[in-house]
């Protein structure tokens, strides 16, 4: 009953290591090198056609793509981790935002890091990757103000929400613009570093963003 996470550090696998980590399952991580372009090799493409991680193959043989479909199921199949609320009110807000993040804001990072893919040869990539990091802005400020708990997003408490949002506003280079203005957003994620379910997960993707060097 072992979970298979193909992944790569620091990248959205780190969301769904860390829910896996909080339902207590067994999980391998395979590694998927960014870095080196990895994803890009044939051989993951029978994993991910779209070649971009993470993918899980399931204790059952199904391989999951699309990290909020891997959440979701995980909150199924893991009824006892509480990834989401019960309360029918709390589950809709988590959901409500998990969603916003996932298609308003983790698309914007594929702008940033690879702006050559979007932009005519003619066009600067510079100049698209402003633009994208000027709408990321604008949007982190909107998850900003959906925070109504503290730390975490919904007031009734941690969710798998949290673990996004943590993981997906570390990226874009946007480290002293964020803490500057993003102060619940920080709050919430130095919490979700200190989960005792998930911190050692964060500390091996993220070691240079332990509590006590946080900004
Ligand atoms: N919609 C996908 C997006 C996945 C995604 O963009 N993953 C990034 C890493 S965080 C990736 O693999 N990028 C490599 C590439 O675009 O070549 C999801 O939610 O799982």
Redesign the pocket.
């Known amino acids: 009953m072992t979970y298979i996470l193909y992944g ?1 550090r620091r ?3 780190l969301t769904v290591e860390m829910a896996l980590a909080e339902t207590g399952a067994d999980y391998k991580v395979r590694e998927v090198d ?1 870095e080196a ?1 990895a ?2 090799d044939q051989s993951y493409a029978s994993v991910n056609p ?5 993918a899980l193959v399931t204790p059952l043989g199904e391989t999951l ?4 479909a891997i959440l979701l199921t995980l909150d199924q199949r893991h009824p006892e981790a509480a990834l989401l609320p019960k309360d029918k009110m709390e589950r809709a807000q988590a959901l409500r935002w998990l969603l916003f993040v ?1 298609t308003e804001i ?2 914007i ?2 702008i940033n ?2 702006p050559e893919r979007f932009s005519p040869a003619t066009a600067s990539p510079d100049a698209l990757r402003d633009v994208a990091r000027s709408i990321w802005r604008e949007r982190w400020c909107i998850v900003e103000g959906a925070i109504l708990g503290n730390p975490y997003l919904l007031r009734s408490g941690f969710s798998l929400t949290d673990l996004y949002i943590a993981v997906v506003s570390r990226w874009a280079q946007q480290d002293q613009w964020r803490s500057e203005h993003l102060p619940k957003v920080e709050k919430l994620t130095e919490a979700v570093m200190a989960r005792p379910a998930t911190a050692d997960v964060w500390r091996r993707h993220r070691p240079e963003l332990t509590p006590n060097r946080f900004s």
Do not use: F, M, N
């Not at 779209?50 to 993470?54: F, I, L, T």
């Open positions: 790569h990248s959205g696998s960014l372009e994803q890009r779209q070649r971009k991680v993470p793509t699309e990290s909020v996932a983790y698309p990072v594929e890091d690879y």
